[in-house]
Each structure stands twice: as structure tokens, then as C-alpha cells.
């Protein structure tokens, strides 16, 4: 190797180095070539870049930027953008249901009873407090809907249409729907239209024709035992009728030619032993009586057809003679004997 001196400092020139060829400096280069090149050969890393919707008060920012922020958005989980498009059925339908829940109802109210669509005010809804409507449409309880978002009622709504006008107008129903609209009116507890109805026919003459029947002991009994006896004896004959003889009577004891000016039926009275011998029970399948009314044989017997037929069995009656039996001297019973047909199909 060259030693340096003073030629050095007295030229400002420094002289070029050389190398021997024997030094370890070319044997350090080829580690370095082999390193980059084993380097090239690693698997790069994979960069995911997640793009999300910008706001309005974001800023753009360089594509280069720092290494702290692209590790952060990277970090984040990707924020899926709004859905824009939402159906206005779906929109009203929420609308609605935050409406109801607040306790709110729209002005019109769309209904559905039983299938049958109606749609109304409100206020019609809401026209007297102590009603099922009224609280139902108070805030107070839940609703359901059905697919349209309506306002779901299980009920007939065959007759909910009477019970609307009534609300509107203060109009009843035809004589043929009293009955029906009445029931509809005591299962959502309108009072001022279950009063109406009430003092209206047929209701009228059904309460005076229950009063009558209140009356009459036994009638619900005897007139169940006259439908197992007609059932009964048409499966055993295996006929489409059956006949039945039914003893309906007013007075309680037979009276005698010579007492009937005297008589009474509210007022007539005999001992105690003289009631003993006009003990007696008519041979026939039901009897009906005594009674203290007005009303007379035929009134009775018409409750009881109809009765029958509002369970949709047809009678035919008819008078086929009296009780002949000898009760005691020169009294018989006298009572009159109607037969009466069932017919089952």
C-alpha cells in the first residue's frame, strides 16, 4: 500500500486510493447482489382498499398520503351507503306505525272488518267515549294491520256498515237487520244505539213476549224435551217426521159450568184437600201451564213455533180434542190436547 505524506497537505490534492487485489471488498459486493435479488423473489404484500361514500364536508386528500392514515382506513369497517330509493308505500307505512305509537291517529282511518273494507273519520270512530271503538282508537292499545295497513278488526263486517251510520247520522237499520245490528252494537258496547234498537220492532215485541214467557214455568225445559222426543222417535222410525201430543193449559184446576161466573184466574182459590183431588197429569209427551196472564192458549202456542223455527225446525200443530179423564162427581179435566209434527228434513 502507498504511504501518504507531506505532498498531500501541500497540493490540497488527494490522491486516488487503490485497492489490492487480495481485499475482501468484492466478496461483500456479492453478498449485497445475492440479497437484492432474494429480496425480489419474496412475496409482496397485498394492500384491500375500501372505498365508502364521501360527505359533502370531506376534503380530498393525496394519493400519497401518510402512513398513519391509510392504516386507519384501513382499520375502519366499510360503511354501506344509504338506500335512497325506499317505496313510498313502506315510507307511509313507518310513518304510520310512529304515528300509532305515539298514541296519533291520521284523520281517516282505513278499516278492515272481518275481509270488508270501510273507511271513515275519526271522530266518527271516537263519537261516544264508553265505546269499544272509542278505546280502541284512544292510543291506549295496539291495532294490527293487515297488508295494506289497514286497521284489522275481527268481526263480521257484514252489519259494520249499520253501526257507522249510526255513528254518523244517528240512522238505525232496517227492520229485517235490527236483530243482527244489535248483537254487533252490545259486542262494541254502543249504548245509545243498543237503546235505540231496544225500543224499535221486533225488539219491542220480543221483550213483551219474554215477559210473558218469564212466566211460564218450565217453558225452556218443556221446549228442549219436545225436540229429543222428535229426534228420538224419527231416528228409531227412521221416518222424516215425528208426531208429539202436547197438553196446553191456562187454568191450573177444571171448573164446573155453575162456578164459571165465578171465576177468576188470578183471584180463584179452593182448599188444600179439594186441590188434592184435582191432582192429575195429562197423558201426553209435554204440558205447558199453568199461567197467570192476559195471554192466551194460542199466544202460547205461537211462541213455541217460532221458537222451534228460530232453531230451524218446523212445526205444524193442530187441536185434536181434550183430556176426557173422570176426576171426581161431575168434574173431568178437560184440558185441550194439540199434536204437533216435526218435520226434520
Not at 67 to 95: C, I, M
Not at 105 to 120: A, Q, W, Y
Not at 146 to 165: P, Q, S, T, V
Not at 306 to 335: F, P, W
Amino acid at each position: 500500500m502507498q504511504q501518504y505524506g507531506s505532498d498531500e497537505a501541500s497540493n490540497g490534492e488527494r490522491p486516488p486510493v487503490s485497492f489490492n487485489i487480495s481485499s475482501p471488498l468484492p466478496v461483500a459486493t456479492s453478498r449485497v447482489r445475492r440479497f437484492a435479488q432474494e429480496r425480489r423473489a419474496l412475496p409482496q404484500p397485498r394492500v384491500m382498499v375500501v372505498f365508502s361514500a364521501a360527505s359533502e364536508t370531506d376534503k380530498p386528500a393525496d394519493a400519497m398520503s401518510s402512513s398513519d392514515s391509510a392504516e386507519d382506513d384501513f382499520r375502519k369497517p366499510a360503511t354501506p351507503a344509504p338506500n335512497l330509493n325506499l317505496g313510498k308505500s313502506l315510507r307511509s307505512t313507518l310513518n304510520a306505525s310512529e304515528e300509532v305509537r305515539m298514541g296519533e291517529f291520521p284523520e281517516v282511518i282505513p278499516l278492515n272488518v272481518g275481509g270488508t273494507n270501510f273507511t271513515t273519520r275519526l271522530s266518527t270512530l271516537r263519537r261516544y267515549d264508553d265505546t269499544m271503538l272509542a278505546a280502541m282508537f284512544s292510543g291506549r292499545h295496539h291495532i294490527p294491520r293487515d297488508a295494506e295497513g289497514r286497521f284489522f278488526i275481527d268481526r263480521d263486517g257484514a252489519y259494520f256498515g249499520d253501526i257507522l251510520n249510526f255513528l254518523r247520522e244517528g240512522e238505525l237499520p232496517q227492520r229485517d237487520r235490527v236483530r243482527a245490528v244489535h248483537r254487533e252494537a252490545q259486542y262494541y258496547a254502543i249504548g245509545p244505539l243498543l237503546d235505540s234498537l231496544e225500543d224499535a220492532q221486533p225488539l219491542t215485541g220480543e221483550r213483551v213476549r219474554q215477559s210473558f214467557l218469564d212466566l211460564m214455568p218450565y217453558y225452556k225445559d218443556n221446549l228442549e224435551r219436545i225436540v229429543e222426543i222428535a229426534k228420538l222417535r224419527a231416528m228409531q222410525r227412521k221416518a222424516r217426521f215425528a208426531k208429539l201430543k202436547i197438553c196446553v193449559y191456562k187454568e191450573e184446576m177444571p171448573i164446573t159450568p155453575y162456578e164459571r161466573p165465578l171465576f177468576n184466574s188470578l183471584r180463584f182459590e179452593r182448599t188444600e184437600s179439594e186441590a188434592k183431588l184435582f191432582e192429575h197429569h195429562c197423558e201426553v209427551d209435554v204440558s205447558f201451564g199453568p199461567w197467570e196472564a192476559v195471554a192466551d192458549v194460542y199466544d202460547l202456542l205461537h211462541c213455541i213455533v217460532s221458537d222451534l223455527a228460530e232453531r230451524g225446525i218446523t212445526a205444524d200443530q193442530q187441536c185434536i180434542g181434550v183430556c176426557d179423564k173422570h176426576l171426581i162427581n161431575h168434574y173431568y179435566c178437560k184440558r185441550p190436547i194439540y199434536e204437533f209434527k216435526i218435520t226434520w228434513w
